[in-house]
């Protein structure tokens, strides 16, 4: 078979490891007593205030509001009202006396459950999770998930892997043609994959009879490379059943033509010339070749003549003609 230097491969189609689900935040407990719902929610209502006259103090809103949290804490427990906060933030790590979200395992205050890059809240939405840390869609899947070879994006569902790269199945096509593989595979050549009609029309030898690409078994003649059934006679189509061929040009002729196309053929016999060869008339002549048409015996060189396209002896010619 032909010797290439590209070999079949096939395209294994398979999926990555599982995209992980998006996971959803556990709903916003509701348990807190009703006292410290209201009461949280007249600090709401003063927090402007709080942070004006902070301003003019010189104190943080923030510390202001951790006081008075404290504060409200310490009346409840005097009312006989406990108020144990609900968790820890993960995020901020001060306590959780409001809503709560639960997630990775943690809680969260809603507002600080946060995407890791883009800082988006995660609170309403489905998230990723990768590391221990919380993405929202996008940015887990320009992090994380593999890259198409041909157009650089993420791979978000299945993924083709071939040629040691990865690629989304819809963009793993003939780099000439742009068809998809079907089951016939692929061919491979410097790093690229063709489909078997362009990577023969491309890179496979041509058949100097035929100029179709050779693919199967072939003869190397005449510095390039033949279909068997193309290496003929160039003039008569013939093959060559003695094993041997003559070439003129850079074609192969048998040894009837070839010699006819040099003007070696005998114009006695009509055979080619191969050894002692004599030239007469602009022709050429197998020494035993060269008769008197009438007597047929042995001409030489000097002492013939010629008549109408024949040769005769001198005798015979004084006798025929004269």
Known sequence: GVDTTASLLSAMSSTPVPVPKPLHPSPPRTEAAWQ?????????????????????????????????????????????????????????????????????????????????????????????EQGGQAFCEEDYHQAFSPRCAYCAGAIREKVLTALEQTWHPEHFFCAHCGKVFGDEGFLERNGKPYCHQDFL???????????????????????????????????????????????????????????QRQGTICHGCGRPVTGRCITAAGRRYHPE????????????????????DKMYCQPCHDKLFV
């Not at 790590?93 to 395992?105: E, F």
């Not at 009438?294 to 010629?306: A, S, V």
């Open 36 to 128: 410290l719902d209201e009461l949280l929610a007249d600090l709401g209502h003063t927090q402007s205030k709080l942070a004006a006259a902070g301003q003019g103090a010189g104190v943080p809103t923030e510390s202001l509001l951790d006081n008075m949290l404290d504060s409200l804490t310490q009346d409840l427990q005097e009312l006989g009202i406990t108020a144990a906060p609900t968790g820890v933030c993960a995020a901020c790590c001060k306590p959780i006396a409001g809503k709560v979200l639960t997630a990775l395992g943690k809680t969260w205050h809603p507002e600080h459950f946060t995407c890791a890059r883009c800082g988006q809240e995660l609170d309403k939405g489905p998230f990723f």
């Open 201 to 259: 029309a491309m890179f496979a030898p041509k058949c100097q009879g035929c100029e179709r690409p050779v693919t199967d078994n072939y003869l190397s003649a005449l510095q390039g490379v033949w279909h068997t059934e193309c290496f003929v006679c160039t003039e008569c189509l013939s093959g060559f059943t003695g094993g041997s061929f003559f070439e003129l040009e850079g074609r192969p002729y048998c040894e009837l033509h070839f010699h």
């Open 289 to 308: 070749h060269f008769t008197c048409t009438y007597c047929l015996g042995r001409l030489h060189k000097g002492t013939f003549r010629e008549c109408g």
